[in-house]
Each structure stands twice: as C-alpha cells, then as structure tokens.
C-alpha cells in the first residue's frame, strides 16, 4: 500500500485541477481499440499482432487519497498504448501511466531462444522511437506523441524529490541464503535442470553490462532501486527456478499540484507495475526519461535475475 504525504486537503486538490494546464493534474487517460489480437499478462500469444490507443477519455481529479492507487487486476495500472508480438511469446508494449510517466516493457521466455529486441535500438530516447522501430515510415500515433510531450514537461518539472521514504529494501539486494531455509519458505523450488547454477552466467553475459550505471545481481531473493531520477532507467528481471514465479512491482511518484516550482498539494506514489514473473522468464520495464521512478523484484527460491541500469 503506497501513502499520500504532505496533503493538506480537497483545498489543495482545487487549486491542483486549476493548474491542469501546467502540470496536467485533471488529465486524461487513453481508451484503447484492439487490431487483431492483444498480449496478455505473462505471455504473448503467437503470430503477429498490435494493439493501439484510440482516443483519450476524459478522466476526472480525485480527491487525494491516502491510500493511492494500484495496479489493475491485469498488472498493469492503464491499458498499453500500443503492443506488438515480435515473435512468439514475445511481446513489446507501450505504456503510458499518466502525469507524464510512461515505460517500454518486454516480455519473453529465456528458454524460447528469444533474445532481447530492445537491445538492438538503445538508448531508448521515447516511445515515439520505439513504435518508428517497430513501424517503420508509418505515422506516430497521436496518442504516443502526446505521451512523449508530456513526459519531457515531467522531467523538467519534477526537479524537487519526493519524500524520503523509501521501500525497505531500497538500493539493496539480499544475497542467497542456505538451502534449507528456501525450502521452508516454498518447497516446490526446482532443481538446477541444467546444471548452469539457474543460468546465472547466461544473465550475466546478457545483461551485466559494464558501461552502464547501475548494478547486476543473480541468483538473489529481493532487490530494489530504491527511489531514483535520471533521464533514462532500465530494470530487468529473469526468474531462474522452473516452478515457482517471481514478482515485479514498478512506482512513480506524481505531485497532485505544482505551484511556482513547489508541490503544493501532496506526493502521492503511483503503482504502474504489479507482475509476476513467470518461471525461466525475462520482464524488462524501462522509463525514458525516469524522473523518481522505482523498481523492486523478488524471487520465494532465491534464481532471481535482475539488473537496474541508468544513465
């Protein structure tokens, strides 16, 4: 549960929607129309298909709330902008979470022998590149393009830092722990079946890289970026055990109204992202640009995969 701080009240809710025009307070989300078939949470169906936004319906200012919002019962708080299944069971959406906060996901299966596309076109600069990869010489759909105007105002706005209060495991990542205390904590954990220590090394030679800012870990139970700004933020997550799934949760803070630079009426965090990550699968969510976003994953057999990269 994520809470609302420094609030003072539906006063301040007021002057937050009469500053709409500055920093999209009272703004909208998108509807979508579907093209063929749609991926689903966790996998993606084979073939080749798209969804894509249609025109934005109005959504109205809620009052500030001390509980903030989640994720949908699909994982995901709003609906992709745009989706497409590269191949099967591998899947590249287009998110755009409100209040200028938007993200690239990707999903596939390490053992599909699928590799990552978002690899081949970084530094993902907006989703506006992505969707011209995916399409090339097609029209930018109005919907991405607004998506990407209002992120840049996000990050010129969101300069001041949101409350020091962090998730318990912030910037850290707990290292493996005996045996015998995994099994106690899920006794359907799985053997090595390969004999490659739950593919450690295969992440680490794909996804550690070097020249990026950031860290890499394998084989942990719980790791966290801990609240972040930057102009770009990649997290990454492989769930080496066969059986049992891992979780993923995404945040960005969003002020309920802004007024001469200062955030007048409460910090609220958002939850975009609440997944699992199914066993032996990779999920990559990455914020571009990222002002004070966070990621946390964890794995109940201690195979997690994850790597927080930045700029």
């Not at 590269?86 to 938007?102: Q, W």
């Not at 102009?231 to 803070?253: I, K, Y």
Request: hydrophobic fraction near 35%; aromatic fraction near 10%; proline fraction near 7%.
């Amino acid at each position: 549960m994520r809470t609302m701080y420094g609030s003072i009240g539906n006063a301040a809710n007021v002057v937050a929607c009469g500053l709409a025009a500055l920093m999209s307070a009272c703004s909208s989300a998108p509807g979508t129309t579907t093209e063929g078939s749609g991926p689903v949470q966790g996998s993606a169906p084979g073939g080749s298909s798209e969804s894509r936004a249609g025109s934005p319906g109005a959504r109205a200012a809620a009052a500030p709330s001390s509980e903030g919002s989640g994720a949908t019962s699909s994982g995901f708080s709003k609906p992709p902008l745009y989706a497409r299944t590269v191949a099967t069971d591998h899947v590249v959406e287009l998110y755009d979470f409100g209040d200028g906060a938007i993200a690239v996901r990707e999903s596939y299966s390490k053992d599909s022998g699928q590799t990552s596309y978002l690899d081949t076109i970084r530094p993902i600069t907006s989703m506006a590149q992505v969707y011209t990869s995916l399409n090339p010489g097609a029209p930018i759909p109005d919907a991405i393009t607004k998506a990407d105007q209002a992120a840049v105002l996000r990050q010129q706005t969101y300069v001041a830092p949101p409350p020091s209060v962090a998730h318990p495991s912030a910037g850290q990542a707990t290292p493996p722990v005996a045996s015998q205390v995994l099994q106690g904590a899920d006794s359907n954990c799985s053997a090595d079946f390969y004999g490659d220590n739950w593919s450690a090394q295969w992440f680490i030679n794909g996804f550690c890289d070097t020249t990026q800012d950031g860290w890499c870990r394998t084989n942990w139970l719980n790791s966290d970026t801990g609240t972040v700004s930057h102009g770009w933020v990649s997290w990454l997550q492989f769930e080496g055990d066969f059986n049992v799934a891992g979780h993923m949760e995404g945040t960005h803070w969003s002020c309920e109204g802004w007024l001469f630079g200062s955030c007048i009426a409460g910090w609220i965090n958002l939850i975009d992202i609440d997944i699992n990550v199914n066993p032996r699968r990779v999920e990559e969510v990455a914020w571009s640009p990222a002002p004070w976003v966070e990621a946390w994953g964890s794995s109940p057999c201690n195979h997690m995969g994850s790597a927080f990269r930045h700029n």
